[in-house]
């Protein structure tokens, strides 16, 4: 392949060693990368970003992509995380080559090559337990001790990791190490181990294995089974490449592909956690409503929330592959969701904090319909019409009693711009025995149809509002980031993550909407006029309809948004 310089330098440095490697004919041109999920919990925004970049890399370069699913530590993993990480990825809109893989697939082979390297004296059963190994591994500045079992016979390592296969072991007595360097610099590399006894049914081979392969030892070899070129892992994998490569050696054919571990940085977000465990304890201990509350990190979570595939793409493809770690702005994710929807969703009006209005000079048992465009950046989506009639809501923010100058909205004797309407001004205000403002009685222009000056006289302030006679009620949950703070993880001392959780992420109100969203469908969005994007909960029922806040409008990140016009 032919790649000129201006290419080459809007490369990132995968897509730079990638076509060196088809320049040079490697593995025959081909690149294949794999996505490799653990099925212990659900995809996070983090896993995005890696499956934007392996499916993005395949289809650049016309090769593909293997869904597998690490299946290796049965205690932890379950079917519906298999179940909704194929749903995660599809959601994306990408679709691995042939059916879903699993390491599973492969555990005959691993117990095949484990058994090759004991027989070249590179693999060995030791029976010390967990406390001992890591008290022999020595530190990092101080070499490690060999274990009393390292130089036992091969004949007797392979008997017994034979007796570990059968389940005549309890777990912790024995394990399977691999013979490399105990003095090594890196820790990785002083005798890790391949396989620890793990008596549970596992949820696609049952009972058969008593044995489980350790991640380090399955990972490359799973590459190299599925003929993977590139193997895309996250920052954290780079010191366990040496390990990965040092498998390899013992057991590749060098006439087969050889899989090559290339690391990025992962990603970490402001007011966001990352760690699976982390959130699985908010799950757990129910700090939220599940796996997919919009509040979530989740690929289910951010979905519900609103957030569309092309979003998060564009998102992924925006911070871009970095070699270092970063943490990017969480208003760069609202910035990719705002500019999508801009895009794609039909505007209607909605109230969230109504204050009644009665225009008094409009004819009473009255009303018209009003029409109003549904998309400004989008003429295909047309229009609709709304009604109109002598009693309206607006919102509550929308009305000082004593406004400064700089309130361009409605005030006693002001007039304003009701959209797509009339120009009205306040001419009463209608208090409850409290002195709450409970109704507005204003007049209006009947020559100022459509929000139209009839004599060229200007009208700085323009207000949404609903019909108060013809509308939907609406159950609005109006969500926040999840936490307070930009690194929850970076915790005081004694404190917790969840001590710094949001305690305004989720507010209930019930609104006003204009009545064309009744026939709205689950998961549609819309931009609700000057209060922002939402979209239709999986809770809506024929009785109820319940409506997310995706993203506010205000976009608090115009200086990073300036820089990428």
Same mark, same amino acid.
């Given at each position: ?167 005549? &072991? ?252 009339? &120009? ?142």
């Amino acid at each position: 392949m032919v790649v000129n310089e201006e290419k080459k330098e809007s490369l990132n440095f995968i897509e730079q060693i990638i076509e060196e490697d088809i320049a040079n004919n490697k593995n025959g041109g081909r690149i294949i990368t794999r996505f490799p999920p653990e099925p212990n919990g659900y995809l996070h925004i983090g896993h995005a970003k890696s499956i934007c970049l392996n499916f993005g890399l395949t289809q650049k370069y016309n090769g593909f992509t293997n869904l597998r699913f690490d299946d290796t530590n049965p205690t932890k993993e379950d079917v519906e995380y298999v179940d909704s990480i194929k749903k995660d990825v599809e959601w994306l809109g990408f679709k691995w080559h042939g059916q879903d893989l699993y390491t599973s697939d492969y555990f005959e082979i691993l117990y095949d090559f484990a058994i090759q390297l004991i027989k070249d004296g590179k693999a060995y059963v030791c029976e010390q337990t967990a406390e001992e190994i890591a008290q022999y591994k020595g530190t990092p500045t101080q070499a490690g001790k060999e274990s009393p079992w390292r130089n036992r016979p091969i004949a007797e390592s392979l008997y017994l990791f034979a007796k570990m296969k059968n389940g005549e &072991f309890e777990e912790g007595k024995m394990s399977l190490r691999a013979k490399i360097d105990m003095a090594s610099p890196n820790m990785h590399m002083r005798d890790p181990l391949m396989y620890r006894i793990k008596k549970a049914s596992h949820h696609r081979t049952g009972n058969k294995w008593n044995i489980y392969p350790m991640y380090d030892y399955a990972h490359g070899q799973s590459d190299y089974i599925e003929g993977i070129t590139h193997s895309i892992c996250t920052l954290e994998f780079e010191v366990h490449r040496p390990l990965y490569d040092w498998f390899l050696d013992q057991i590749a054919d060098k006439n087969k592909i050889r899989p090559r571990q290339i690391e990025f940085a992962r990603l970490n977000m402001t007011y966001t956690i990352m760690s699976k465990r982390k959130l699985l304890q908010l799950v757990t201990e129910k700090k939220v409503l599940g796996w997919d509350d919009p509040r979530m990190p989740t690929v289910s979570g951010l979905r519900r929330r609103g957030y569309t595939p092309e979003s998060i793409r564009n998102f992924a493809n925006r911070i871009g592959v970095a070699k270092r770690d970063n943490t990017i702005d969480f208003a760069l994710l609202e910035f990719s969701i705002r500019e999508d929807l801009n895009k794609k969703s039909k505007r209607v009006m909605g109230v969230l904090d109504p204050l009644k209005v009665v225009i008094t000079n409009y004819p009473e048992n009255s009303s018209e319909e009003l029409p109003a465009i549904n998309n400004p950046e989008d003429e295909t989506m047309g229009s609709r019409n709304i009604p109109f009639s002598r009693e309206i809501f607006i919102e509550k923010d929308d009305f000082m009693e004593t406004a400064p100058k700089n309130f361009f909205r409605l005030a006693p004797g002001v007039e304003v711009r009701l959209r797509y309407s009339y &120009f009205i001004t306040c001419n009463n205000v209608v208090k409850d025995e409290n002195g709450e403002i409970v109704e507005l009685h204003c007049t209006y222009d009947p020559l100022s149809k459509g929000g139209k000056s009839p004599d060229g006289r200007k009208v700085k302030g323009t207000i949404h509002w609903v019909d108060a006679n013809q509308n939907v009620k609406t159950e609005i949950r109006l969500y926040d980031r999840l936490f307070s703070v930009e690194n929850p993880d970076k915790n005081e001392e004694g404190a917790s993550f969840l001590d710094y959780i949001n305690p305004e992420s989720l507010k209930i109100v019930q609104g006003i909407l204009e009545p064309s969203v009744k026939k709205a469908k689950i998961s549609e969005s819309f931009q609700f006029e000057r209060l922002g994007y939402f979209c239709v909960d999986y809770d809506t029922t024929d009785e109820k309809l319940v409506f997310n806040r995706t993203v506010t409008l205000k976009d608090s990140w115009t200086k990073i948004a300036n820089k990428l016009e």
